[in-house]
């Protein structure tokens, strides 16, 4: 079982629709990364948080702490947004290293 | 500035063969990590240096696989002799740690390996 744990899967929407991923995970972090990596690109970082809130331009991450969850939030929704994006974490008792989920690939149809 | 390079970005090559994946992390980053991706599996940690020294080879899947990174700058992953499973993109990222909120990881574009 994945230390990190993403959902969903996969998603599908409509173009201009609000779009939520979830991520879980399993013990203290001291920082989680949200990622994203178009179809042949490489991986960009979205977002990297230990706490609270974070927003650029259309996309929004939040970090529950003490339920050990994150969500990544896409606001009017847009067919360039389609991708797959990756929540990883980076455990306390882990050093340096991320632990990824498995990746949500998201589609937006126009 | 640059970002992270990665060579070859795709090898093919057979079962019991040598590859070398090459990664020039940022400049000025002492921080660099290997990852993997094996087909439908999640990224999993490979190793991390900082510099030249190795400070974490916890996820290095055997002894076929041989990191360097000589003189602190680029670094080097060999496969000897290659096996099937070992198919799948290899990304390397840099880092260097800002403050107390450290350890942007900044990715490369992935080295895409296929072992026939």
């Known amino acids: 079982k994945n230390e990190v744990e993403q959902s969903p899967q996969n998603l599908t929407a409509q173009e201009g629709e609000f779009i939520t991923i979830n991520c879980s995970y399993s013990?203290?972090?001291?920082?989680l990364h949200w990622l994203q990596q178009h179809p042949g690109g490489g991986i960009v970082s979205l977002f990297m948080?230990?706490?609270g809130k974070k927003k650029h331009g259309r996309l929004i991450a939040t970090i529950n702490i003490q339920e050990k969850h994150s969500s990544l939030h896409i606001t009017a929704s847009h067919p360039r947004d389609s991708a797959v994006y990756i929540c990883a974490v980076r455990y306390k008792a882990a050093g340096n290293k991320l632990t990824f989920g498995g990746g949500t690939r998201v589609l937006v149809k126009p | 500035e640059a970002g992270v390079t990665q060579f070859p970005s795709h090898s093919v090559i057979e079962k019991g063969q040598t590859v070398t994946l090459r990664c020039d992390p940022i400049?000025?980053?002492?921080?660099l990590y290997w990852y993997r991706r094996v087909m439908g599996k999640e990224i999993k940690f490979l190793l991390h240096?900082?510099?030249?020294?190795?400070?974490?080879e916890s996820g290095m899947p055997n002894n076929r696989f041989l990191a360097e990174r000589t003189g602190g700058t680029y670094s080097t992953l060999k496969v000897q002799p290659a096996e099937l499973e070992d198919s799948g993109v290899y990304f390397c990222?840099?880092?260097?740690?800002?403050?107390?909120?450290?350890?942007?990881?900044?990715f490369g574009p992935g080295t895409r390996l296929t072992v026939t």
């Open positions: 400049s000025g980053h002492d921080n």
């Open positions: 240096f900082v510099k030249e020294s190795k400070q974490d």
């Open positions: 013990v203290g972090i001291s920082a």
């Open positions: 948080l230990s706490s």
């Open positions: 990222a840099s880092s260097q740690v800002i403050g107390s909120g450290g350890h942007e990881q900044y």
